[in-house]
Structures are given as structure tokens and as C-alpha cells.
């Protein structure tokens, strides 16, 4: 079984490249918060945006185009111990999807301005969801990130 | 531009169809927190289920696979007003990908033991990941849902 997608839009990063992504930023739960970028959202998709603009945030779903292959246990980027890999967020993936909660600053037609930005230019979007109270995970433990991770 | 996924696993829920589902539960914050389920990984992906169990919630990435069409203004389960498909959690949408965090209750070789499931028997999983602190947005608002979604 296979399942196809296609991309509905495109981010648009002030990183061009993966190099610039500086990987100690995820070790603060806002390390990326005052990242702004743009969510182009092709024009054959522009009316789903409507309502978008009432949320505070938004769920972006993307893939991570240029990552090539995957290991079961990976060293993740704030750590130097293998991990098993669905414990880590690396873009490493069997599917490589990724996932970031975005800010929403404005939307101006089909362009989303928005904080929060961890993809780098040109990155496909594969869609968008609206951050509700049920993705809001209160007392939480984060395994082997505890350490690595300053608290909010 | 098409991008290719496999599933890496398949959902057990005690809902055998979508029609079980009962669409108020959304308007809870907790309404699935009580539904208990099972992620099966494939075998090929075990190994990467190491470390899993140190979370407590795991976010899930699956296909709707029984969603098919999509339009781009929508009634929401919730609602019966015509939304913007991106300001909603519709299974019909361009890319029909879900996404819901669920938590661990425990881990058993490639089996996750969980709670918070709202997806159907048999969903082909293709993601999991760790719920971190970077995912947790303490103050949101939250748009049209507000009115319809009981506070925490």
C-alpha cells in the first residue's frame, strides 16, 4: 500500500539552507519563536484559508524534501546517545513527514505570515491544521529530551 | 511534484467504523482521552520505538484512508456554518493526513498501548513522534471552535 501526496504550498524561510539551521535553537521551546517566514499556499487552495486567520496557531505539515534515508537508532541532534528514531523529531524518517506549530502573524490572501519557522526555503507543504485545546498536552514527561531541554 | 508514503503500521481501535465515532466528543478537550488503543509498528520498524515509552504522549501521523474528496469550505462536525477546510480537523482535505496525540500507557516489542484514540480500526499509521515542550502552546485563541469547544 502506497499513498501519494502533492504539495498544496510552499514555505518561504529566512534559512536556505539546512547548514543555517542552527540545532541548539531546539533545545529551547522557543528557540524558533521569533523566526518569521511566509506559508505560500498555491492559489487552487486560497479559499481553505478562510477562518485561518482566528486561530493563534497553526499546525504545519510538511516534508522534509531533502533528507535521504533513515537509521532505527540515530544520535538526535541535542544528544550524543543513539535513540530509537520515533523518539526523536529528526527529519530522518521512514516517511519523511515533518511537523512545526507555527504563530500566525497575518494572512494577506493566500500568504500566511507567521513566527516560528524551522523549515528551510522552498520546503513543500502538505497541509495545514488548526492548533485546538486537544493538542494542548499540559503535565507532560519528554524522556531523554529532559535533560537536554530547558523548561518553559 | 508527488510524494510517495508507506504506512509503517496500522491502528487498533475499538472503532470499527467512522460512523461509531461520535463527532460531540470533539467539543471536549478530553472527549477521547478515555478510548483506549493500540499503535502496531511493523516489525521492520521496532527498533525505532526505542526510547518511546520516556514520553508521555506521542503525537500520530496516519491517512484518513476512508476520506476521499475534499472541499475547500466546509461544515465542521462542530458547526453549521461553511469554514475554511484549513481552519478545520475534516478528514476530507487535499492531503487526507491526520494527526492526533495520543498517550502511552505502555510499550510491548513493536505495540504501543494508548489512550486518546479517534481514528477507525485498521488507519495506516505513518509517523510517530514525541510530544515536546516546542509543541505545547500554553495561551491560544482559537477562532470559530471557541464557541463550540469547552474550556479546559
Do not use: C
Amino acid at each position: 500500500m502506497e499513498i501519494l501526496f502533492k504539495p498544496i504550498g510552499i514555505v518561504h524561510s529566512p534559512f536556505q539552507k539546512k547548514e543555517e539551521i542552527e540545532t541548539e535553537k531546539f533545545a529551547h521551546p522557543q528557540g524558533f519563536d521569533s523566526i518569521e517566514g511566509e506559508l505560500e499556499i498555491f492559489r487552487e487552495y486560497e479559499a481553505g484559508l478562510k477562518d485561518t486567520e482566528g486561530f493563534s496557531h497553526l499546525i504545519v505539515i510538511f516534508a522534509f524534501h531533502e533528507s535521504e534515508g533513515y537509521r532505527l537508532h540515530t544520535k538526535p541532534f541535542l544528544d550524543d546517545t543513539l535513540r530509537g528514531l520515533f523518539s526523536t523529531r529528526s527529519p530522518h524518517r521512514p516517511n519523511p513527514i515533518g511537523l512545526t506549530v507555527v504563530k500566525v502573524i497575518k494572512r494577506k490572501g493566500n500568504i500566511l505570515h507567521v513566527q516560528g519557522i524551522d523549515m528551510i526555503e522552498g520546503t513543500p507543504i502538505l497541509d495545514i491544521k488548526p492548533y485546538t485545546p486537544r493538542d494542548q498536552k499540559i503535565s507532560i514527561k519528554y524522556g531523554w529530551l529532559e535533560d537536554k531541554m530547558k523548561k518553559k
